[in-house]
């Protein structure tokens, strides 16, 4: 699943490829995608504007228009890449923005999980106000920190993907990033020590920069638009090593089940405490 890397691997790429032109048409081809708007709500919205600034928001990419703009997540297996415009969608191609110079912007998504819909205004969106700070971008206190988790009962691993404390943060990233603060995934949020703290606001962007740097995980199929297969995946810590050694102290990762999702830490240098 696409994180916080991943999409702004997207992002970065498809950037200077769409910046500019004109959208001329849209078509999709499952209109479950778009609810609660339809295909033609949508292609209402972006027909015949100008492309003015592509940005990515926790794990959501924002299409600027002249007017409004085209909000899409990537969910589960999600990607969107150019190509020259035909009259056929390719296999798994769920969307297509035909654009003025000859070339096509393609959402391709085989398990359809994605979303993308069309707005006046960015205010508008719901899913975009109670993001928290970005990783990449904002920095952040251990005060601001303490008081973001008051209150929250919430195991720390569980509230790193609920985005309301950073946004952008996939089940990978959070068993990274607790590797590396060196805090147990099943830490009660609101009974972070100080020193526990300052370790996760220190990890969260260097996990995420790093896996930026590398262009993000190979998982299943991330790709980045240009064709491009991440290379964060040799480098994880703990992620997908159940029963290996740990990095640090050589004791060997386990793995847990939070929320139906697999976690991943070292019994060693992650204590319960
Ligand atoms: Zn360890």
Not at 70 to 92: A, P
Not at 206 to 215: C, D, F, Q, S, W
């Amino acid at each position: 699943m696409p994180e916080l890397p991943e999409v702004e691997t997207v992002v970065r790429v498809i950037r200077p490829l769409i910046l500019e032109k004109v959208i001329t048409d849209a078509r999709f081809s499952v209109p479950r995608q778009l609810l609660p708007q339809t295909p033609q709500q949508v292609r209402r919205g972006i027909q015949k504007k100008r492309i003015s600034k592509v940005e990515r928001k926790g794990k959501f990419i924002l299409v600027y228009l002249e007017e409004g703009l085209l909000l899409i997540h990537l969910r589960m297996t999600g990607r969107l890449y150019i190509k020259k415009s035909t009259m056929e969608l390719g296999k798994h191609e769920r969307a297509c923005f035909t654009l003025d110079d000859g070339n096509s912007l393609i959402f391709n998504d085989p398990r359809t999980l994605g979303t993308i819909s069309y707005h006046k205004q960015q205010d508008e969106i719901a899913a975009l106000v109670k993001l928290g700070w970005d990783p990449l971008t904002d920095q952040t206190t251990v005060e601001e920190l303490r008081e973001s988790l008051r209150g929250r009962t919430t195991a720390i691993k569980k509230l790193l993907l609920d985005q309301t404390i950073w946004a952008g943060i996939g089940n990978i990233y959070a068993s990274e990033i607790l590797w590396m603060a060196g805090i147990h995934p099943e830490k009660q949020s609101n009974l972070l020590t100080k020193h526990q703290l300052t370790a996760l606001i220190e990890a969260v962007p260097l996990v995420l920069k790093h896996a930026l740097e590398k262009g993000g995980s190979t998982l299943r199929d991330f790709m980045s638009p240009d064709g491009k297969r991440g290379g964060y995946s040799k480098e994880f810590r703990v992620y997908d090593r159940e029963g290996e050694p740990c990095l640090r102290c050589k004791k060997l990762i386990k793995r847990i089940v939070q929320a139906q999702r697999s976690t991943y830490f070292c019994p060693g240098c992650q204590k319960k405490r």
